[in-house]
């Protein structure tokens, strides 16, 4: 049965913290792996990873994939309180994508 | 551009009443279509998906239903609500063609409270 399982549930750190969110999968048909993060409504993407070992960023984001451990980590450095959201881990297959639980992120002032 | 459009955006129903949400897609033909339902505090779980007018893949067996009338209309119905059905729905889209998902693109959500 396909999965994806993220790690922490839930996170509380302060501003300025570097955090490191985790994603593990078994999912057959893999074809890529993305970010999302939702805040209030609909998920926005954050990053799509299709290949090992490259690390896509943006601003304070990044995110690598490793396809031979089934694994993929969202780093957000220097965190803000903004950042504060859900944030949700899916991989993409032939048919569809299936989500993680989702990582709750709380960042105080 | 391609956009997304999904009503209502909450709703409060009770048990045992029907359901109707629905989401049309702008800007595109061909689309992927999808509903997902988030709980409280959970993950967003696949419940239908669609490739094509009068095309249904279910995920998850409930007392919910989709169907797809038109190539760019996605509905989710039920006849008879239960509690559990509570949460948050999603409608999404993607572009047809495998390798060619840019991710998905979804639809502003309909939260549901059955009581």
């Known amino acids: 049965e396909d999965k994806v399982v993220q790690s922490p549930l839930s996170l509380v750190v302060h501003e300025g913290d570097t955090v490191t969110l985790n994603c593990s999968y078994e999912?057959?048909?893999?074809?890529?792996l993305l970010w999302y993060k939702q805040e209030k409504k609909a998920p926005t993407f954050l990053f799509m990873l299709?290949?090992?070992?490259i690390e896509k960023k943006s601003g304070r984001l990044s995110s690598i994939l490793d396809k031979k451990e089934l694994f993929s980590i969202l780093n957000i450095t220097a965190t803000q309180t903004g950042d504060s959201a859900i944030y949700l881990c899916?991989?993409?297959?032939?048919?569809?994508?299936?989500f993680g639980a989702g990582t709750r992120l709380t960042v105080k002032p | 551009s391609q956009t997304i459009h999904q009503w209502p955006a909450t709703l409060v129903q009770p048990v045992g009443s029907p359901l109707s949400l629905e989401c049309t897609v702008e800007?595109?033909?061909?689309?992927?279509l999808y509903w997902y339902r988030q709980a409280a505090g959970r993950g967003l779980q696949l419940l239908f998906y669609?490739?094509?007018?009068?095309?249904i893949s279910s995920e998850v067996p409930q007392n919910l239903s989709a169907s797809r009338p038109q190539d760019r209309q996605f509905i989710l119905s039920s006849k008879k609500l239960l509690l559990s059905d509570s949460g948050f729905y999603l409608c999404?889209?993607?572009?047809?063609?495998?390798?060619?998902?840019?991710?998905?693109?979804f639809g502003s959500g309909t939260r549901l409270t059955v009581v």
């Open positions: 800007g595109t033909s061909n689309p992927n």
């Open positions: 899916a991989v993409l297959n032939n048919n569809d994508m299936r």
């Open positions: 999912v057959t048909n893999f074809r890529s």
């Open positions: 669609s490739v094509g007018i009068g095309q």
């Open positions: 999404a889209w993607s572009v047809r063609g495998q390798g060619r998902a840019f991710g998905y693109t």
């Open positions: 299709t290949s090992s070992g």
